[in-house]
């Protein structure tokens, strides 16, 4: 009976966020005339938005992997800065399946390519989840305080308060005698102030430079959304894509578009999203193709595809032995669409 409990528990579990993001393009279907979401996305200027995706893209591989350098040497040891641009790319393109296989499958790449253990890598990418949700938030916050913004003090408030958290969690690792020498916080120690706040400002300037690239497509596209209102909702809209509530990049994304409803009608602003959510994906994918085989090589064959089917399966078995790490890493769905 327990054991029957159980697989019920998992399943629901293994379906949940999935309906999630379903009810969530239910309800704006129901809201949003789909015909005219349609109507938009052809009125609407669209041919810039690949090349520009396309560029950001690029320019964000090299700003984050940059910052994921920092990081994977201070971690688990040497790695040249061109193989970790080489293994941001490849694994990325898992970002067509999910968050969870993309980044699953970027600890494995680490795993194997700096030869050190699941615990460690994992550890690495504990970190490097945490300086992007510290990144998203610290740039959500500048336009709170730098301009004089319409921001409700509920956003405003919770915002700064994560960003505290973030950067705390960062810069001030509570020392605990069960943590272990591959454990994220050990790792977080061996990056030193300097280091760990030069990879800090790169993570910022990539989601800065992700909040510009948008705001110049929502432009082109005939949005008149202000610089500071992507600057302080588009990085919320990032950390939505990258929850595990999202069907092929849709889904509470979508929700999250609708903060900027004060500037256009919602039909438009999720006509704008999908193209452009559409736009980054293609964008990731060419982004990444040059690289995939190397790292598909580099990792074994049989363990990339088996991240995109443990992603997508909810049950992770890499690694043998050392597995219990990436199950999480393939379960966690935190931040970054670079």
């Known amino acids: 009976m327990k054991k029957a409990h159980s697989t019920s528990r998992r399943r629901a579990l293994r379906w949940a966020p999935g309906l999630i993001g379903l009810g969530v393009l239910w309800a704006l279907v129901s809201a949003y005339s789909p015909a005219e979401i349609l109507n938009e996305m052809t009125q609407g200027d669209w041919h810039l938005l690949l090349p520009l995706a396309l560029v950001m893209s690029v320019i964000g ?50 795993a194997r390519f700096a030869g050190t253990t699941a615990s460690a890598a994992f550890g690495v990418l504990l970190v490097i989840m945490a300086g992007d949700l510290a990144a998203v938030f610290l740039v959500a916050c500048a336009p709170i305080f730098l301009v004089d913004v319409p921001v409700s003090q509920t956003i405003a408030a919770t915002t700064i308060g994560l960003a505290v958290v973030m950067v705390g969690l960062l810069f001030i690792p509570r020392r605990t005698p069960s943590t272990g020498p591959t454990h994220w916080r050990a790792i977080s120690r061996k990056i030193k102030r300097g280091p760990g706040l030069l990879q800090l400002g790169l993570r910022m300037a990539q989601i800065i430079l992700w909040v510009i690239a948008t705001t110049l497509g929502a432009w082109t596209f005939g949005l008149q959304i202000p610089l500071w209102a992507m600057g302080v909702y588009g990085p919320l809209i990032l950390l939505a894509a990258a929850l595990p509530l999202n069907v092929a990049g849709f889904g509470v ?31 990731v994918v060419l982004r990444g193709l040059p690289f995939l085989s190397g790292v598909v090589r580099e990792v074994g064959g049989d363990s990339m595809t ?14 043998a032995g050392d597995a219990t790490p990436l199950k999480a890493a393939l379960t966690l769905g935190i931040a970054e669409k670079s």
């Open 61 to 110: 591989l090299f700003i984050v992997s940059l910052a994921d350098t920092i990081v994977v040497r201070h971690g688990v040891g040497h790695i040249r800065y061109w193989d970790q641009v080489r293994g941001k790319a490849g694994s990325s393109v898992l970002d067509v399946v999910g968050y969870a296989a993309s980044h699953g499958g970027y600890a494995v790449w680490i």
């Open 253 to 283: 994304a979508q929700g999250a578009w609708i903060l900027l409803l004060d500037y256009a009608p919602g039909e438009q602003i999720l006509a704008f999203a999908a193209l452009w959510n559409l736009a980054l994906a293609i964008a």
């Open 306 to 319: 088996a991240v995109s089917d443990a992603a997508a399966h909810r049950d992770p078995t890499l690694l």
